[in-house]
T-cell receptor, first 111, second 112 residues
Framework: EPEVTQTPSHQVTQMGQEVILRCVPI?????FYWYRQILGQKVEFLVS????????KSEIFDDQFSVERPDGSNFTLKIRSTKLEDSAMYFC?????????FGDGTRLSIL | SQQGEEDPQALSIQEGENATMNCSYK?????LQWYRQNSGRGLVHLIL?????REKHSGRLRVTLDTSKKSSSLLITASRAADTASYFCATDDGAGFQKLVFGTGTRLLVSP
């Protein structure tokens, strides 16, 4: 069964550094998403992407965040200048309508 | 409560018993979904129920939806140790957008 894959599984970064999280969605899906889950808390929506543009974003997704689909397969989330509070699991998801299919996540640790 | 609140927060049962988790939400929805998350892993989609459906089955899973009460329940029958995980309900926001709003989750522990 096709899967959403995310790399790396764990990223450790110094505060203030840029980080890029990578995702390969399921190939025939049209909608792409990023969510995050701070340890012990809810999964929170960050951004959705459709037709090569952001379709919706949350309050969390401020100017420090950006998404890109640089080619036909990858979908990336960039955090320009990381803060301690960006430490979380970041999940990529894709779908046509619902349901959404999630990757295993990238654990981002900011030091 | 916030959109998508589950109860109980934690549930501990023996193998073979049934597990019931409940979810409440606040806004109108198009559908409600249940996901499972094993520790440190991603979210696995279990079942989707549309707003015009009242009950749905998938294997050992049974989901009900009561839109008048804005609530849903997930029943896992004949539980197994491998069912140990966190279970989340997730709703769309009813406005036609695709984002999911997740609940706080129920941590299920099934002991052999």
């Amino acid at each position: 069964e096709p899967e959403v894959t995310q790399t790396p599984s764990h990223q450790v970064t110094q505060m203030g550094q840029e980080v890029i999280l990578r995702c390969v969605p399921i190939s025939n899906h049209l909608y792409f998403y990023w969510y995050r889950q701070i340890l012990g808390q809810k999964v929170e929506f960050l951004v959705s992407f459709y037709n090569n543009e952001i379709s919706e974003k949350s309050e969390i997704f401020d100017d420090q965040f950006s998404v890109e689909r640089p080619d036909g397969s990858n979908f990336t989330l960039k955090i320009r200048s990381t803060k301690l509070e960006d430490s979380a699991m970041y999940f990529c998801a894709s779908g046509t309508t619902q349901p959404q299919h999630f990757g295993d996540g990238t654990r981002l640790s900011i030091l | 409560s916030q959109q998508g609140e589950e109860d109980p927060q934690a549930l501990s049962i023996q193998e073979g018993e049934n597990a019931t988790m409940n979810c409440s939400y606040k806004t109108s929805i198009n559908n409600l979904q249940w996901y499972r998350q094993n520790s440190g892993r991603g979210l696995v989609h279990l079942i989707l129920i549309r707003s015009n459906e009242r009950e749905k089955h998938s294997g050992r899973l049974r989901v009900t939806l009561d839109t008048s009460k804005k609530s849903s329940s997930l029943l896992i029958t004949a539980s197994r140790a491998a069912d140990t995980a966190s279970y989340f309900c997730a709703t769309d926001d009813g406005a036609g957008f695709q984002k999911l709003v997740f609940g706080t989750g129920t941590r299920l522990l099934v002991s052999p």
